[in-house]
């Protein structure tokens, strides 16, 4: 079956880094993707990546190993505004999203 | 340019009844997609469209039925609506599959009791 992995609910730090991870097996495998969504709205693009490495925008990094199945979006400097849920996202041979339950991270001052 | 536009933004409906959520885009994007996400879970693809007149089931279709006959709409379709149908409804599109983003309208809060 297919299945994506990520923590349910994290806590930081105002200003400081967080990891976020999101592991995955899914049937074939056409790009990784992060979206942001904050609390009754709709997900927004942050990432995308497809080859192996790290790919950086701004405060966000977001970093993939195909041969491990794993990605992590890193965030720098946060923000209360950076208060939001995290969803991982994978594109399968059939290129359709396969997405994780996706991460709460709760940001206090 | 709207982006992509969804109605209505909530329903309450009672058990066995019908409906249609809307949603339109006008970005010309030949990909649209319906979804569900249920608190906790990840977004469920319900049914998808490449272009007009083409349509194909995702995930859990099951109860939905839609439609795509311009490439602006793509309302999705709850016949004998049940409980468990209750859901948050994202309606995103895309210019084709290898996009690097979908986008995605502000969602339909449906309940069924």
């Known amino acids: 079956g297919q299945n994506i992995d990520q923590p349910t609910e994290m806590t930081a730090t105002e200003g400081a880094i967080v990891q976020i991870n999101c592991t995955y097996q899914t049937s074939g495998f056409n790009g990784l993707f992060w979206y942001q969504q904050h609390a009754g709205e709709a997900p927004t693009f942050l990432s995308y990546n497809v080859l192996d490495g790290l790919e950086e925008k701004g405060r966000f990094s977001s970093f993939l190993s195909r041969s491990k199945g794993y990605s992590y979006l890193l965030l720098k400097e946060l923000q209360m505004k950076d208060s939001a849920s995290y969803l991982c996202a994978v594109r399968d041979s059939n290129y359709q999203l396969i997405w994780g339950a996706g991460t709460k991270l709760i940001i206090k001052p | 340019n709207a982006g992509v536009t969804q109605t209505p933004k909530f329903r309450i409906l009672k058990i066995g009844q019908s409906m249609t959520l809307q949603c339109a885009q006008d970005?010309?994007?030949?990909?649209m997609y319906w979804y569900r996400q249920d608190p906790g879970m990840g977004l469920k693809l319900i049914y998808y469209?490449?272009?007009?007149?083409?349509?194909d089931k995702g995930e859990v279709p099951n109860g939905y039925n839609v439609s795509r006959s311009t490439t602006e709409d793509f309302p999705l379709r709850l016949e004998l609506a049940a409980p468990s149908q209750t859901s948050v409804y994202f309606c995103?599109?895309?210019?084709?599959?290898?996009?690097?983003?979908?986008?995605f309208g502000p969602g339909t809060r449906l309940t069924v009791t």
């Open positions: 970005m010309n994007h030949n990909y």
């Open positions: 469209s490449v272009g007009a007149g083409i349509t």
């Open positions: 995103a599109s895309s210019y084709e599959a290898s996009s690097y983003e979908q986008y």
